[in-house]
């Protein structure tokens, strides 16, 4: 069974950073489909970050510009660099892995929330005036 450990999460004013780290126990499953999904309470999973295999990415209109998403596949390791954050990006934030590759919509990767196999237990982002 391939478990997900998140890690990097904390409280931030906005305008401030915060990197999070995904380790993955099995190495083949970083280098797969991943991605970062956010729940804000009341609110809906999002995923706000997809990386396919071959490096192409898909983020969500709010999140454009200010995260980035990427994996080290020799430390089995997704992260999600996220810049002048907002207290709108407060949440739970999830990494999830589908097990193969990406499905794809339009040549890009998804994001919806269908298919992934892998998820961590998630890790709280709190952004603050």
């Known amino acids: 069974e391939v478990q997900l450990v998140e890690s990097g999460g904390g409280s931030v004013q906005a305008g401030g950073s915060l990197k999070l780290a995904c380790t993955a126990s099995?190495?083949?499953?970083?280098?797969?489909?991943m991605a970062w999904f956010r729940q804000a309470p009341g609110g809906e999973r999002e995923a706000v970050a997809v990386?396919?295999?071959?490096?192409?990415?898909n983020y969500a209109d709010s999140v454009k510009g200010r995260f980035t998403i990427s994996k080290d596949n020799t430390k089995n390791t997704l992260t999600l660099q996220m810049n002048a954050l907002k207290p709108g990006d407060t949440a739970m934030y999830h990494c999830?892995?589908?097990?193969?590759?990406?499905?794809?919509?339009?040549?890009?990767?998804?994001?919806?929330?269908?298919?992934?196999?892998?998820w961590g237990q998630g890790t709280q982002v709190t952004v603050s005036l």
């Open positions: 990386l396919d295999m071959d490096g192409s990415t």
């Open positions: 999830a892995g589908v097990g193969w590759g990406c499905t794809l919509i339009a040549g890009r990767p998804s994001r919806v929330d269908v298919g992934y196999a892998y």
């Open positions: 099995r190495s083949t499953t970083i280098s797969k489909c």
